[in-house]
C-alpha cells in the first residue's frame, strides 16, 4: 500500500518541484531544481528505461518531442544501456497501456522486471512554446522528470527545470536558441549533468 500511494502522489510532488523553482529569485542559478526522496540503488544502474513523457501542454506533441530528445542524449551520454523505444512500446501494448496514460504500480513492476530494468525514468512536459517577439522566436520549455525504482516501486528523484531560449543568448546573437527541439536538447543536457553530478552512476563512468 505505501509503495502505492509513492507513485500515486508523484505528480503532486513534481507540481511542488515546479512551484519551488518558479518562487526562486530571477536573478538566481537557472539550474534544474532536484528533490532526492529517497536514495538511488546502491548498485550502479546499467539498465535504464525511459517511459513515454506526457504532454499536458497545449503544444501539439511536445510530450513526444521531449522524450525522443531526452533519450537521444541519455544514449549519447554513453553511460546507460538504454531500453529501446520499439520494447517500450510493445510491452506497452502487451500491458494495455494507452498513449497518454501512465503506468500503475504493478504495471511499473512488470515494466521493470521484462525490459530488466531497475530505474525508470517518466516525464511531464508543463510548458512548450516558441513566442516570436519583433522577429525573434524565444522558446521556452519546463518539464517535470521523475527517477523510479521498479522493485520495489517507489519514487527517488523528482526534478523540475525550466528553460527559455533567450537564458542562452550571447553577445552578437551567437549562441541563440529558437527553437522548442534545440531547447529541449540543452534542458535534458542540464538534467542529466545534474543527476550524474548528485550520483546517478551508469555502467561506464
Given amino acids: 500500500m505505501l509503495d502505492s500511494m509513492r507513485w500515486t502522489i508523484s505528480p503532486t510532488l513534481q507540481l511542488l518541484a515546479g512551484l519551488v523553482f518558479l518562487l526562486l529569485p530571477a ?15 546502491h548498485e550502479q544502474t546499467c539498465r535504464i528505461a525511459v517511459i513515454p513523457f506526457m504532454n499536458e501542454t497545449d ?12 533519450m537521444a542524449e541519455l544514449v549519447r551520454s554513453g553511460r546507460f ?8 512500446r510493445d510491452l506497452f501494448h502487451d500491458l494495455r497501456i494507452w498513449p497518454g496514460q501512465q503506468p500503475r504500480t504493478e504495471q511499473m513492476k512488470i515494466l521493470g522486471d521484462r525490459l530488466g530494468a531497475k530505474i525508470v525514468i517518466t516525464g511531464t512536459v508543463v510548458e512548450m512554446t516558441e513566442v516570436a517577439n519583433a522577429g525573434i522566436v524565444n522558446p521556452t520549455l519546463a518539464v517535470s522528470l521523475n527517477i523510479v525504482e521498479t522493485d520495489p516501486v517507489h519514487l527517488l528523484w523528482c526534478t523540475y527545470h525550466r528553460r527559455e531560449g533567450e537564458q542562452y543568448r550571447k553577445v552578437m546573437h551567437f549562441g541563440v536558441v529558437n527553437t522548442a527541439t534545440s531547447l529541449a536538447q540543452l534542458v535534458s543536457q542540464e538534467v542529466l549533468e545534474l543527476w550524474l553530478k548528485e550520483g546517478l552512476r551508469g555502467c561506464a563512468g
Fill in 59 to 70: 503544444y501539439p506533441q511536445a510530450g513526444a518531442i521531449v522524450y525522443r530528445v531526452f
Fill in 27 to 41: 536573478c538566481g542559478p537557472k539550474v534544474p531544481a532536484l528533490h532526492m526522496l529517497a536514495p538511488l540503488p
Fill in 81 to 88: 544501456d538504454v531500453v529501446r523505444q520499439g520494447d517500450i
